[in-house]
């Protein structure tokens, strides 16, 4: 295998290209994506809101090795690339694999407050992706992108160049692939243009690796253990029987999706036989990571879970997945304000990360996508969150005076709108936490309040979202446990594990959920939720 290097060269500039996926695909992907939903943002454009470059990478008599109208492979690579692979893999052969070291890209070479200047001089290679191409008469203009940062490298070619002709003949358009070598000089700069949707895509990606990245930080840093819950279970964690199955009864493979339903083992009363199914009884896809992080609270005592998570739920809403990630902090010796103060300290301690670390892309939402979205967040990371009674709660929407949709009693569940006007209108945009749920409308676990009615619940609700996290205190009484579980109907033989901790060195305990894409949505401002996820899976969606 070849080693990868901090592209410093000093030999003969070259150019390649070859198809790759992003960021060309994405605006694939945007395009497919859109197309079965109804969603369709303005096409915007970016072109006032780049400034000027400070710097550009001219190109010293460039050689073209390859262009993406060669690929012909299978597998979308250019001949001519997997030649090249191949070459350096058989000169590695028998050798070592190198040192890996960390690529210079874009953002590299324009950090700092010189915007890159002082790098005036040095020999670079850049590799990225075309965003344009504009040919003149002795000189051509290639703006290339390679994810790293918001704005391009200005690269710019004579046209002496061997292979020039490609240039002239459109071969490199929008989403090209290209290696480039060069010098980098000042430059006067100019202004460019580029399609936004493609771009915006490529900023949520982003700003959703810097969120995970500051959620790992902060628990790491408050001493919290990361565990790794299944994703097959036999429980139904929130017992709102929204599960997928996960079963081998059923066509396994492409090939057997068209087999007679006769082939489904069977009992003799006529039912599915699950003692022949994979693991011998029946099991779904996750829809929490709680109950398995329960159990290692008892032995670690502060531990988190951050995994994908799947509701088979047939709402087709701006907030909501089929398939979504959720961060799960689980505290032993806890109760419900120990709680909201880790759920407040979390959330504001990652949005003061982006805010502190994805500048450019904040910006960029700021401009494009919600106006005032920093002020918004620098509001949510500064103040202390609103907190009032589910009874306040309804009382307040009660005294509204505004016409909801879904009419609001003592013991209805919110719907998004009342939760929205509590946290958009009522207070004016601050996140509210709402507390004391009652208990019917509540999952088994969260603990009993003395009065009988309602449960030591919180969500927190964030503007255009509503709720962004859900946690409580849970019960860790057992005879209560056991009883609202026989109340509830659940069997209590498959949660045996889960009331042993509750026989066993029971300790106070409380936690909470965060929606990972609902973060995402809040942070950036999107509205959709299927625009903050690589690959949305919604009802009647699971494409790519
Ligand atoms: O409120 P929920 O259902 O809580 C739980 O699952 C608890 N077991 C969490 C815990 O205490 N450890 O879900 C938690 C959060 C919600 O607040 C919401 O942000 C998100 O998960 N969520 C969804 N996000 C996208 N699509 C969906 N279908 C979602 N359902 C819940
Ligand atoms: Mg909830």
Same mark, same amino acid.
């Given at each position: 295998?070849?080693?990868?290097?901090?592209?410093? *060269?000093?030999?003969?500039?070259?150019?390649?290209?070859? !198809?790759?996926?992003?960021?060309?695909?994405?605006?694939?992907?945007? %395009?497919?994506?859109?197309?079965?939903?109804?969603?369709?943002?303005?096409?915007? /454009?970016?072109?006032?809101?780049?400034?000027?470059?400070?710097?550009?990478?001219?190109?010293? /008599?460039?050689?073209?090795?390859?262009?993406?109208?060669?690929?012909? =492979?299978?597998?979308?690579?250019?001949?001519?690339?997997?030649?090249?692979?191949?070459?350096?893999?058989?000169?590695?052969?028998? +050798?070592?694999?190198?040192?890996?070291?960390? =690529?210079?890209?874009?953002?590299?070479?324009?950090?700092?407050?010189?915007?890159?200047?002082?790098?005036?001089?040095?020999?670079?290679?850049?590799? +990225?992706?075309?965003?344009? *191409?504009?040919?003149? =008469?002795?000189?051509?203009?290639?703006? $290339?992108?390679?994810?790293?940062?918001?704005?391009? #490298?200005?690269?710019?070619?004579?046209?002496? $160049?061997?292979?020039?002709?490609?240039?002239?003949? +459109?071969?490199?358009?929008?989403?090209?692939?290209?290696?480039? @070598?060069?010098?980098?000089?000042?430059?006067?700069?100019?202004?460019?243009?580029?399609?936004?949707?493609?771009?915006?895509?490529?900023? $949520?990606?982003?700003?959703r690796n810097a969120l995970a990245y500051a959620t790992h930080k902060y628990f790491q840093d408050m001493g919290f253990v990361w565990v790794a819950s299944p994703?097959?279970?036999?429980?139904?964690c929130?017992?709102?029987?929204?599960?997928?199955?996960?079963?081998?009864?059923?066509?396994?493979?492409?090939?057997?999706?068209?087999?007679?339903?006769?082939?489904?083992?069977?009992?003799?009363?006529?039912?599915?036989?699950?003692?022949?199914?994979?693991?011998?009884?029946?099991?779904?896809?996750t $829809?929490s990571g709680q109950l398995n992080g329960e159990t290692y609270a008892s032995a670690l005592c502060d531990v988190y879970t951050f995994g994908p998570t799947?509701?088979?739920?047939?709402?087709?809403?701006?907030?909501? #997945?089929?398939?979504?990630w959720m961060i799960e902090p689980e505290l032993a010796f806890a109760n419900l304000n120990d709680d909201m103060a880790c759920a407040t300290a979390y959330l504001q301690y990652v949005l003061r990360y982006i805010l502190d670390n994805? /500048?450019?892309?904040?910006?960029?939402?700021?401009?494009?996508?919600?106006?005032?979205?920093?002020?918004? !967040?620098?509001?949510v990371v500064e103040?202390e969150f609103?907190q009032?009674?589910?009874?306040?709660?309804?009382?307040?929407?009660?005294?509204?005076?505004?016409?909801?949709?879904?009419?609001?009693?003592?013991?209805?569940?919110?719907?998004?709108?009342?939760?929205?006007?509590?946290?958009?209108?009522?207070? #004016?945009?601050?996140p509210?936490i709402?507390t004391?749920?009652?208990?019917?409308? /509540?999952?088994?676990y969260m603990r009993?309040?003395?009065?009988?009615?309602?449960?030591a619940a919180m969500?927190v609700?964030?503007?255009?979202?509503?709720?962004l996290i859900g946690g409580s205190q849970r019960e860790e009484?057992?005879?209560?446990?056991?009883?609202?579980?026989?109340?509830?109907?659940? @069997?209590?033989?498959?949660?045996?594990w889960y #009331?042993d901790l509750r026989?066993y060195g029971s300790v106070p305990h409380a936690g909470f959920g965060l929606g990972f894409?609902?973060l995402v949505?809040?942070a950036?401002?999107?509205?959709?939720?299927?625009?903050?996820?690589?690959?949305? %899976?919604?009802?009647?969606?699971?494409?790519?």
């Amino acid at each position: 295998m070849a080693s990868f290097t901090s592209t410093i *060269c000093t030999g003969a500039t070259s150019f390649s290209s070859r !198809l790759c996926i992003p960021p060309a695909a994405l605006l694939h992907f945007w %395009r497919r994506r859109h197309t079965f939903s109804s969603y369709r943002p303005a096409p915007l /454009k970016l072109s006032h809101f780049l400034g000027a470059s400070k710097i550009s990478l001219p190109t010293v /008599k460039p050689k073209f090795i390859g262009w993406r109208s060669v690929c012909t =492979r299978a597998d979308g690579r250019s001949d001519q690339i997997c030649e090249a692979e191949q070459v350096q893999r058989s000169h590695a052969a028998g +050798g070592t694999v190198g040192k890996f070291q960390k =690529r210079l890209r874009i953002a590299d070479i324009k950090a700092g407050p010189a915007q890159g200047l002082e790098r005036v001089g040095q020999c670079l290679s850049v590799r +990225g992706w075309v965003r344009t *191409c504009r040919v003149q =008469r002795s000189i051509t203009f290639i703006e $290339v992108n390679d994810g790293s940062c918001l704005s391009n #490298l200005q690269c710019v070619t004579a046209s002496d $160049v061997e292979g020039f002709d490609k240039v002239h003949s +459109g071969l490199i358009t929008t989403g090209t692939s290209v290696l480039i @070598d060069g010098v980098l000089v000042a430059s006067e700069g100019s202004k460019q243009k580029i399609e936004l949707k493609a771009t915006k895509l490529v900023l $949520v990606a982003r700003v959703r690796n810097a969120l995970a990245y500051a959620t790992h930080k902060y628990f790491q840093d408050m001493g919290f253990v990361w565990v790794a819950s299944p994703i097959i279970t036999g429980s139904d964690c929130e017992g709102a029987g929204q599960q997928f199955c996960v079963t081998t009864l059923l066509p396994f493979s492409q090939e057997d999706v068209g087999s007679p339903v006769s082939k489904i083992p069977s009992t003799k009363d006529g039912s599915i036989d699950w003692s022949k199914d994979f693991f011998g009884k029946p099991t779904f896809l996750t $829809v929490s990571g709680q109950l398995n992080g329960e159990t290692y609270a008892s032995a670690l005592c502060d531990v988190y879970t951050f995994g994908p998570t799947f509701r088979a739920e047939n709402s087709n809403t701006s907030r909501h #997945l089929a398939e979504f990630w959720m961060i799960e902090p689980e505290l032993a010796f806890a109760n419900l304000n120990d709680d909201m103060a880790c759920a407040t300290a979390y959330l504001q301690y990652v949005l003061r990360y982006i805010l502190d670390n994805c /500048k450019e892309d904040m910006e960029f939402f700021n401009t494009w996508i919600e106006k005032g979205i920093i002020a918004r !967040l620098n509001n949510v990371v500064e103040k202390e969150f609103v907190q009032l009674t589910y009874t306040d709660a309804v009382e307040l929407l009660l005294k509204a005076k505004k016409q909801f949709q879904f009419p609001v009693k003592w013991g209805c569940d919110l719907q998004s709108e009342h939760e929205r006007y509590i946290t958009e209108e009522a207070f #004016l945009g601050s996140p509210v936490i709402i507390t004391d749920y009652p208990k019917d409308i /509540k999952a088994f676990y969260m603990r009993q309040n003395a009065d009988g009615k309602t449960v030591a619940a919180m969500d927190v609700l964030v503007p255009k979202v509503g709720e962004l996290i859900g946690g409580s205190q849970r019960e860790e009484r057992l005879e209560l446990l056991e009883s609202r579980m026989e109340e509830l109907g659940l @069997d209590k033989e498959t949660y045996w594990w889960y #009331l042993d901790l509750r026989r066993y060195g029971s300790v106070p305990h409380a936690g909470f959920g965060l929606g990972f894409e609902r973060l995402v949505q809040f942070a950036t401002g999107m509205d959709n939720i299927r625009d903050v996820i690589p690959f949305p %899976r919604t009802p009647g969606s699971a494409e790519f």
